[in-house]
């Protein structure tokens, strides 16, 4: 598929994202259901040509327990988009304006944690349901609003007036989303959404970091920098617990899972790397970011 093509179908499946999981109030359901069913095939086309990329690599992660946790926790350095140049420039380089142009980006292609492991926990025996839900509850801010993490990282965006840059996200800051939405919203891929999800966990605390230093190098108060000031930390414990109480529990219960929790945490990476790819090649030109790839 062509970039030109990528981006209408990423911004076509943007926009379905924004509202499908919104109560609504339907006089016609058969007609919602077509456009439904139109828009998860698109969709699902997406989702599994993402994941059969990685499918050679993911049959690598072992079917044992253990020695599939330690697997995963491998990604953290061997993992696509590990490593990317991208942060240490932001944390020490990038102007006001060059870090508003990223977290632009990055809200784009939020998908909302909270609802992703809402979704991914359905059905789940019940030690990997607790987990999930003491994560869920810490996305909640345990019970006080404004500790929810969700609306934490809405403030910074207000704070830094991100909304101005937002207008026009580059596709693939959207394909990540749609990617996370995709896994979570269709139980065929659900064991490739826990995988997705818990990568996350364990990959976002050195992003997340530098992203905190950078913001406190151009001024940007405490209090509007706790999102990634938070996340630094908590998803370190977040990734310990998920792999032991979620992950471990799941390859047990049945070893074939281990592909597809791989395929999931693999595709989720690989869409990230697109993104740093992506930006580096528009905040420092095509050939610097050749040259530091
Ligand atoms: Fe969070
Ligand atoms: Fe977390």
Request: net charge negative; with cysteine; proline share 4%.
């Amino acid at each position: 598929m062509g970039s030109g093509e990528s981006e209408r179908q990423h911004r076509r499946l943007d926009a379905y994202n924004r509202t499908r999981l919104a109560p609504r109030a339907v006089s016609d359901g058969a007609r919602w259901l077509e456009r439904e069913h139109a828009h998860r095939c698109d969709e699902i086309r997406f989702v599994d040509q993402e994941l059969a990329a990685v499918r050679s690599w993911a049959r690598e992660a072992p079917t044992d327990p253990e020695r599939f946790v330690a697997w995963f926790e491998g990604l953290c350095s061997l993992g696509p988009g590990q490593g990317d140049p991208l942060f240490p420039w932001l944390a020490r380089e990038a102007d006001a304006s060059q870090m508003r142009w990223f977290l632009a980006q990055e809200t784009a292609g939020e998908a909302g944690f909270d609802d992703l492991v809402a979704l991914a926990q359905l059905k789940l025996p019940p030690r990997a349901k607790l987990e999930m839900a003491r994560n869920y509850w810490d996305e909640m801010g345990r019970g006080k609003e404004h500790a929810m993490h969700g609306p934490m990282l809405e403030r910074l965006g207000e704070e830094l007036d991100v909304a101005a840059m937002a207008a026009d996200p580059v596709w693939e800051s959207l394909a990540l989303a749609n990617l996370m939405m995709g896994l979570a919203a269709n139980r065929c891929y659900g064991y490739q959404a826990i995988g997705a999800l818990g990568v996350i966990e364990l990959t976002a605390p050195g992003r997340a970091e530098q992203v905190n230093a950078g913001l406190k190098r151009l001024g940007v108060r405490g209090e509007a920098r706790r999102y990634f000031a938070l996340h630094a930390t908590l998803d370190v414990k977040h990734a310990l617990a998920w792999n032991r109480e979620v992950l471990a529990p799941l390859v047990a219960a049945d070893p074939s899972a281990a592909t597809a929790l791989a395929e999931g945490a693999l595709a989720r990476l690989t869409a990230g790397a697109r993104c740093f790819a992506r930006y580096r090649s528009e905040l420092w030109g095509e050939d610097a970011a050749a040259d530091a790839a």
